[in-house]
């Protein structure tokens, strides 16, 4: 009988239930005895227990909002105009830091001595440097030193660039306008289709055809002539100098200016060095062979090198793009009005109801972070379907 328990207990499939029941038991434990404490500790300092709060008035006004907002709106209202500023900046960022990383690290390979050179000067001075400092560095030195409104750096009388921001001239729709979004489809339709014809061609004989020239003049032609029959889709208004400052317009606050430049250039100097690594990891053969069928360079790494890199580059480009997202909540150290600023900042100082927003805050920037992540795993796995068929 005792043999038949020593036997059972030294069965590991057994064993290892057995310590996992004890860790779920310990952790729930521990899990609970927090939450116990937590209840009856804001209970008795008559700290917010629910979520009544996200109905009252939030009583203080938000600079920058995307939706309709006013001191009278409640903090819900709020919490969705962080969380659209937060967004706004990283929708920007991704794909600027993803072009210019891309064209820092191609140059970090260019035969040109001084390109390569400059390219690795500026990747190590970046990747090196604090983020925030940087970000400070931009607000401050740069930005802040520009002249007022007055004396307003100007770009063809259209863009104004002063100490209170850039203002871009905005773009007012007309009735053309339909015609012209019909002919932008149309025109975008007809390159994919040619782009398509132009590859299956190239894998039957190898003849290269002149896409990107064919692709240009209908990208180009079918816009111009709905702008011919129909008319201009857009007219803009641009910002006038009426006081002490521009009215008019669209006005990029410093604050998010400066967010915005310095997350683009700290993630790009990283997105270099993964592109960089990428590349050299495709076997050297590959680039010489590309060369020896006559292949121009750029083609050789557009069809040839990048495509293999690309397999290599997306996974570590993943964690890149969600460092975008979550260093975006350095903005609370600039004053640009993001989720973290206006609900783990204003809200919850006003409300105290700390873990409830904190709640909500983390699990945002957790949601976030999985749908940037499962976007970039999707793409890869497509592309590795691409590859193996």
């Not at 207990?9 to 038991?25: A, C, K």
């Not at 609970?32 to 979520?51: E, H, K, Q, V, W």
């Not at 993943?318 to 900042?345: C, H, R, W």
């Not at 100082?349 to 873990?355: D, E, F, K, L, S």
Request: with cysteine; aromatic share 10%; proline share 5%.
């Amino acid at each position: 009988m005792a043999s038949a328990k020593s036997k059972r207990f030294n069965d590991p499939w057994l064993r290892g239930i057995l310590y996992q029941t004890l860790l779920v038991i310990a952790v729930s434990g521990l899990i609970g005895s927090g939450a116990y404490n937590a209840y009856f500790n804001m209970r008795a300092r008559g700290i917010p227990l629910g979520f009544g709060f996200w109905n009252q008035v939030a009583g203080f006004d938000i600079n920058l909002h995307l939706i309709d907002y006013s001191p009278l709106s409640t903090y819900g209202r709020a919490f969705w105009v962080g969380l659209l500023n937060t967004l706004l900046v990283a929708s920007i960022c991704i794909p600027l830091a993803t072009l210019f990383g891309f064209a820092i690290g191609v140059a970090r390979l260019a035969p040109n001595w001084l390109l390569s050179r400059s390219a690795l000067v500026y990747t190590n001075v970046i990747r090196n440097t604090p983020l925030l400092l940087q970000l400070l560095f931009c607000y401050n030195a740069v930005l802040k030193s520009l002249p007022g409104p007055r004396q307003s750096m100007s770009l063809a009388g259209a863009i104004y660039l002063n100490n209170r921001g850039l203002f871009l001239p905005a773009a007012v729709v007309r009735s053309a306008a339909t015609w012209f979004v019909v002919a932008v489809a149309l025109s975008l339709a007809a390159a994919m289709i040619v782009r398509s014809w132009a590859a299956r061609r190239r894998d039957r004989t190898g003849a290269q055809a002149p896409v990107a020239a064919i692709s240009v003049a209908l990208i180009l032609g079918g816009p111009s002539i709905a702008l011919l029959g129909a008319g201009a889709p857009l007219t803009f208004t641009v910002a006038k100098l009426s006081g002490f400052n521009l009215k008019g317009g669209i006005q990029v606050i410093p604050e998010m200016a400066a967010l915005i430049l310095s997350l683009v250039v700290f993630t790009a100097a990283f997105i270099a060095e993964i592109v960089r690594a990428g590349v050299q990891a495709v076997p050297h053969g590959q680039s010489e062979a590309a060369l020896a069928l006559g292949l121009h360079r750029s083609l050789m790494m557009k069809l040839v090198v990048i495509p293999q890199a690309l397999r290599l580059i997306v996974p570590p480009l993943t964690s890149q793009y969600l460092n975008v997202v979550k260093n975006s909540s350095l903005a609370v150290f600039v004053g640009y009005p993001d989720l973290v600023q206006i609900f783990a900042g204003t809200v919850l100082n006003q409300t105290q109801a700390a873990v409830q927003v904190m709640s909500i805050t983390m699990a945002v920037y957790l949601f976030i972070s999985l749908m940037v992540a499962a976007a970039l795993n999707a793409f890869n796995a497509s592309y590795a379907w691409k590859e193996k068929s």
